[in-house]
C-alpha cells in the first residue's frame, strides 16, 4: 500500500463521521440540528432539560404546520385568481314602501270635532284680507269684526306688527299694545323689507309668568294662518282616542284603486295599516310583518310595483294641507319610515316613475369611527320600536326632554310609557314650552345632536324620479269611466283625474352597491411589518425572536437570580456563624476559595509555576489524582466504524513480493 494511502486511511480511522457519511439517522439529526441555519431545531438539541427541550419541539412543530397552512392557502389563492370572471344574476328583496294621504283625515268625518276652529279662522281670513265666501274681497276693519271672544284666539292671539316695531295690533280685539318678549322670524333669517302690514304672527307666553313671552312673525299671512291653524288642529287631535282617528282616516278600500307587483295582482291583502299622527292611516306594501318579504329578480317597470291611488281632493282640509297628492317612502323593514322628514309627494293627474338603485353601507365602529352598531350603547330610549337610526334617536331624545319639561309629550311623535299628549285642558303651558324647547333643539343646546350616533350599517335607495301626464287627453274619458266602475259608483259619475294618483316603483337594475370600511392597517399587516424589518435587518424569524428572549430574558434572568440567591445564602450563613461565634472551618475556606499572592498578572500559571505556588496557611497540601490513561486513547465519534474508513490491510508477504 502506498505510503499516502496509509495515511488517508488512518486518518479516516481516527478522526469522527460527520454528515451524510454517519452511520445512524439519530446521528444524522443530531448533526443536522447542531449545524443548520433553523434556530427551533438547534435549540432542541442544545437545550438542557426536558421541558424546556419540549417546549421548543412544540413550537418548531407549530412553526411548521403554520408554513404548511400559509403556504397551501397562497397556492389556493394563486390558482383562483387565474379563473374567469363570471356575472351572476340575484334576486334583490324589494324594500318596504308606505303610501300616505297628504290630507290625513276626511274632512266631512273631522267637521264636528273642526267647527268651532274652521269658524274662527274663516274670520279672522276675512279680517285679514276681506275673505268671505260668496261675497266680494274687501278687507275689512278690526272694530267691524263682532266675535262673542273665541277661546283659540285669547290662548294664541294673532297680531299685526306696526313698523316692524314692538306695537302690535291684536285681531280679536282690536286694540294697539306694547308687547315685550324675543322675536322669531318663521320664515327666513333674513329682515322683510315688504310692507310692515304684511307682518302677521302671534305670542306665545309662559302660563306661570306672563312675562315670559316669545313673539313668532311670518312674512306671510298664510304661513301664519297655517301654523296657527296646525297648533289648534294637534291641541284637538290630541285628545281624540287612536281607534276613532283610524275611522276617521282613509281606509284601504278608499285608498287603493288598482295594484300590481313583479307582473301579478295585489290587493289590499298586501299592504299593512300604519297609523301616523300628522298623516293619519298610511299603508305599508312588503311590510314583512307576515315574515315573507317580497324580491324581485328583473328590473324595470314592468316589474317593480305600480298602484293607482284615489285621493278624493273634494275631501280636504282647506286650511290644514295646501297641496294634492300621496306621499311616499322607501325604507327598509325593519325602518320606521319619516314621512314628515324625507317623504317624497306625488302629484295627481300624472303617472310619477320612481326608479331605484340599492346601496348598503357598512362603517366600523370604535376606535375607527363614532358610530353605533345597535343603538344599546346610546342612552335614549327607542320610542318607535324599530331598528336604530339617527333620526329615531333625535326624535325620541326630544320627546323625553319634551315630557321632561313641559309635563306632556308632543303630539306629532310617539309615547312614551307614562306620559300623555299635550293639550290646553291639563297643560295650558304647553305651547310655549313646546316651542322654546325647539329652539334649544335647533341651536343644539339640548344634547341630543352631542348624545345620539350613526348608525354603523344602513341600508339606502337612491331614487330617480320621472314625471308624465296621466291619462292622456284621448284616453281620459273610457279610464276614468272603468276606473269608476271599479270604484263601485254609478257609470254616470265619473272620477275626476285630479283625484287620482298613479305611482310606479321599481328597480332600474339588480347591481346591489356594498360600501365598507375596512382597517388600513391589521394585526396581519403588522406581524408583516415587523418580520419584513427583522428580516432584512436581523435576518431574524419568530423562532429567532422567541429564542433571543429565551436567552436574554430567561435565562439571563434565571443568572442573575441565582446569584442574587448565593449572595443571599452566603450572607445568611456569616450571620448565623457571628452569631454563634464559631470560626469559619476549612472546608468553608476551600469552597469559598482564596487569593494567590504570587500571581501578580493577569496571565494564568502554567503548570510548572502552578506547583511553585504558596500554598494559604492552616490549609492541607493538594494533592493530585493519578491521570486516567484510557482518556488518553483516540476514539471515535461512533461505535462502529464504516468499511471505507477502514486500513487497507495488505500481507507481508505479499509487500515483499511486490
Not at 499572592?597 to 493530585?624: G, Y
Request: a neutral charge.
Amino acid at each position: 500500500m502506498a505510503p499516502g494511502k496509509k495515511i488517508t486511511a488512518r486518518i479516516k480511522r481516527t478522526l469522527p463521521v460527520r454528515g451524510p457519511q454517519a452511520p445512524t439517522l439519530s446521528e444524522l439529526m443530531r448533526w443536522y440540528c447542531l449545524n443548520t441555519n433553523t434556530h427551533g431545531c438547534r435549540r432542541i438539541v442544545v437545550s438542557r432539560g426536558r421541558l424546556r427541550r419540549f417546549l421548543w419541539i412544540l413550537l418548531t412543530l407549530s412553526a411548521v404546520g403554520l408554513i404548511i397552512w400559509q403556504c397551501a392557502e397562497l397556492l389556493m389563492n394563486y390558482y383562483s385568481a387565474s379563473v374567469s370572471v363570471t356575472v351572476q344574476f340575484q334576486k334583490l328583496p324589494f324594500p318596504a314602501v308606505t303610501i300616505c294621504n297628504i290630507n290625513p283625515y276626511k274632512y266631512s268625518a273631522m267637521k264636528d270635532y273642526l267647527s268651532e276652529l274652521d269658524k274662527e279662522t274663516k274670520k279672522a281670513l276675512e279680517t285679514f284680507y276681506g275673505f268671505s265666501e260668496g261675497k266680494s274681497k274687501v278687507r275689512r276693519s278690526v272694530d267691524e269684526w263682532n266675535s262673542s271672544g273665541s277661546d283659540f284666539f285669547q290662548q294664541i292671539p294673532l297680531l299685526k306688527f306696526e313698523d316692524f316695531s314692538k306695537t302690535v295690533t291684536d285681531f280679536h280685539s282690536g286694540q294697539k299694545r306694547k308687547i315685550e318678549g324675543s322675536v322669531f322670524h318663521k320664515d327666513s333669517s333674513i329682515v322683510n323689507s315688504g310692507d310692515s302690514n304684511d307682518i302677521i304672527g302671534f305670542q306665545l307666553c309662559d302660563a306661570n309668568n306672563s312675562s315670559e313671552c316669545a313673539l313668532y312673525t311670518f312674512s306671510s299671512g298664510v304661513n301664519a294662518i297655517q301654523e296657527w291653524y296646525k297648533l289648534h288642529y294637534m291641541n284637538i287631535m290630541a285628545q281624540i282616542p287612536l281607534e276613532t282617528k283610524e275611522k276617521l282616516s282613509y281606509s284601504a278600500d278608499d285608498l287603493l284603486l288598482t295594484c300590481f307587483f313583479d307582473g301579478l295582482s295585489c290587493d289590499k291583502r298586501h299592504f299593512t295599516r300604519f297609523h301616523h299622527p300628522l298623516h293619519g292611516n298610511c299603508y305599508t306594501f312588503n311590510s314583512g310583518e307576515n315574515g315573507t318579504v317580497l324580491s324581485t329578480s328583473t328590473g324595470g317597470s314592468e316589474y317593480g310595483l305600480q298602484v293607482v291611488l284615489y285621493i278624493d281632493e273634494a275631501d280636504y282640509n282647506p286650511f290644514l294641507v295646501t297641496s294634492t297628492g300621496a306621499k311616499i317612502i322607501v325604507h327598509d323593514q325593519n325602518e320606521y319610515p319619516f314621512i314628515e322628514d324625507i317623504g317624497t309627494e306625488i302629484e295627481p293627474a300624472a303617472v310619477t316613475s320612481i326608479g331605484m338603485h340599492f346601496t348598503q353601507s357598512r362603517k366600523l365602529s370604535k376606535p375607527y369611527s363614532d358610530c353605533t352598531e345597535t343603538g344599546a350603547d346610546i342612552p335614549v330610549e327607542n320610542l318607535y320600536n324599530k331598528s336604530y337610526s339617527l333620526q329615531i334617536c333625535l326624535h325620541s331624545c326630544f320627546q323625553k326632554a319634551m315630557v321632561d319639561s313641559c309635563g306632556c309629550a308632543q303630539y306629532a311623535q310617539p309615547l312614551p310609557a307614562g306620559a300623555e299628549y299635550c293639550n290646553y285642558k291639563k297643560n295650558p303651558n304647553w305651547m310655549y314650552c313646546y316651542y322654546k324647547l325647539h329652539e334649544k333643539f335647533v341651536k343644539e343646546q339640548l344634547g341630543c345632536q352631542q348624545i345620539c350616533k350613526d348608525a354603523c350599517s344602513f341600508k339606502e335607495w337612491a331614487l330617480t324620479t320621472s314625471i308624465a301626464q296621466w291619462p292622456s287627453a284621448v284616453s281620459e274619458d273610457w279610464m276614468l269611466r272603468v276606473l269608476s266602475w271599479d270604484k263601485g259608483q254609478k257609470i254616470n259619475k265619473k272620477l275626476n283625474k285630479t283625484d287620482l294618483v298613479n305611482l310606479m316603483v321599481f328597480y332600474k337594475d339588480l347591481n346591489e352597491r356594498f360600501i365598507s370600511e375596512n382597517p388600513a392597517n391589521t394585526l396581519v399587516i403588522l406581524l408583516s411589518n415587523f418580520g419584513g424589518q427583522l428580516g432584512l435587518w436581523m435576518s431574524c424569524s419568530v423562532v429567532c425572536v422567541i429564542e433571543i428572549i429565551e436567552v436574554f430574558f430567561i435565562d439571563s434572568l434565571s443568572i442573575v437570580m441565582r446569584r442574587q440567591w448565593q449572595k443571599a445564602k452566603k450572607w445568611w450563613n456569616n450571620r448565623q456563624r457571628e452569631r454563634s461565634g464559631k470560626p469559619p472551618q476549612a472546608g468553608d475556606l476551600e469552597r469559598q476559595g482564596h487569593d494567590n499572592p504570587v500571581c501578580i498578572d493577569e496571565d494564568l500559571p502554567t503548570f510548572n509555576t502552578a506547583l511553585r505556588l504558596p500554598l494559604p496557611q492552616e490549609s492541607p497540601l493538594p494533592r493530585t489524582p493519578p491521570p486516567n490513561y484510557s482518556t488518553l486513547r483516540l476514539e471515535t465519534a461512533f461505535t462502529e466504524q464504516l468499511p471505507d474508513t477502514l486500513e487497507l490491510v495488505i500481507p507481508e508477504e505479499s509487500s515483499e513480493r511486490a
